[in-house]
């Protein structure tokens, strides 16, 4: 990209757009050219010991990170897609005014604070948005640990907000807490008089 004229591209990706609880995280990160980090990829790909590993080794080497987080309750305020645009733009702000492209994984995103390019399966195919979806990941799964001790019973720690047998038994027997989405199935059937988990 450089060679185009841009100074410093940063790679954005999110992670947790899915979950029934917990918010959704955005990164950006640049990259330098040099030295690469091993082994990035697709957050999904790897272990999250391989994650914490890898985004330590991205921490010291980015010229940049950013962070976007929209909260549950914004999320059921507006919905998920605008909740994610909101955390990549926030992402991209967070990074300051060196920035002057982003590669964004997905699709196209309107309003980003810089111009920028979607790259289907980015996170696969782009080392600095594979960087970004690392660094979201790791950072977005320390909060679902920090609401395992805000609301205990969850099990938010162990499926990080997603839909697993776990998680459906604790909001049989828990109901829902603040942290859930409460515009998502089953949970907004829920608050309308019927569950089917």
Do not use: W
């Not at 980015?122 to 979201?136: E, H, L, N, P, V």
């Not at 499926?159 to 829902?176: D, F, I, N, S």
Request: glycine letters at 10%.
């Amino acid at each position: 990209m450089a060679a185009q004229g841009y100074r410093a591209v940063a790679g954005v990706d999110e992670v947790g757009r899915g979950c029934l609880a917990g918010p959704v995280v955005a990164a950006a990160v640049v990259m330098p050219d040099a030295p690469a980090v091993p082994h990035v990829t697709d957050s999904k790909q790897l272990t999250p010991a391989q994650r914490e590993e890898i985004a330590a080794q991205i921490r010291e080497v980015a010229l940049g990170i950013g962070l976007g987080i929209v909260a549950a309750s914004a999320i059921d305020a507006t919905n998920i897609l605008r909740a994610t645009h909101a955390a990549m733009r926030t992402a991209l702000q967070d990074l300051g005014s060196g920035v002057d492209y982003a590669l964004v994984d997905g699709r196209p995103v309107p309003n980003l604070p810089v111009e920028s390019q979607a790259v289907v399966g980015g996170d696969r195919r782009c080392y600095c948005i594979a960087a970004a979806s690392i660094i979201a990941k790791v950072y977005r799964d320390t909060i679902m640990e920090c609401l395992e001790c805000y609301y205990p019973g969850y099990g938010f720690a162990e499926h990080k907000g997603y839909v697993t047998a776990q998680h459906c038994e604790a909001l049989e027997r828990l109901g829902p807490c603040p942290a859930h989405r409460l515009s998502f199935e089953p949970l907004r059937s829920r608050s309308q008089g019927r569950l089917d988990l």
